[in-house]
């Protein structure tokens, strides 16, 4: 896969005593199913020695119908935790995505929680705020937190 940085939706991530990682957003093109498609991904960098987590979002897995045609806004999703939903903590992507016959705003929920050694795509907070329709990040905030918690926090 080749792809570029997307600066302006690329961020350190601080805590504690400082930097603890940084988060980059980008596109490229991805050979897909024998067909050359749009993706956007997210990399992140955390830890000592640093790591590398690479995480397809948009034209890939579950979402490789769709060409990603660039991530729009990021937002940490912040839930309180309460005794039927683990603490986890979520990063809400707002991409903008096209079909062969139309072009659409595609929420994409990241989450880590407890035994999660870095991000994964939440697939039932994601499947919640498409459904839901969710275009805004507030939307997607809403969405996720009326999602089933994830069975397991392995990967």
Do not use: W
């Not at 080749?2 to 991530?13: C, D, I, L, P, T």
């Not at 005794?83 to 995505?97: F, H, I, K, T, V």
Request: aromatic fraction near 4%; charged fraction near 20%.
């Amino acid at each position: 896969m080749a792809g570029e940085v997307v600066q302006a939706q690329s961020f350190g991530v601080r805590g504690g005593a400082g930097t603890q990682g940084v988060r980059v957003s980008g596109r490229g093109r991805q050979i897909v199913a024998g067909r050359d498609n749009a993706v956007c991904f997210v990399v992140l960098v955390a830890g000592q020695p640093p790591r590398l987590q690479f995480i397809p979002t948009v034209g890939a897995g579950a979402r490789e119908a769709d060409a990603c045609l660039g991530v729009a806004a990021v937002r940490l999703l912040r839930a309180a935790p309460r005794p039927d939903r683990p603490a986890l903590q979520r990063l809400g992507l707002r991409y903008r995505a096209a079909s062969p016959h139309a072009a659409m705003v595609e929420p994409v929920i990241l989450r880590c929680g407890a035994g999660l050694r870095g991000f994964v795509v939440d697939e039932a907070a994601t499947a919640a705020a498409s459904r839901a329709g969710a275009t805004t990040l507030k939307d997607m905030a809403h969405a996720a937190l009326t999602a089933a918690p994830p069975a397991s926090s392995g990967r």
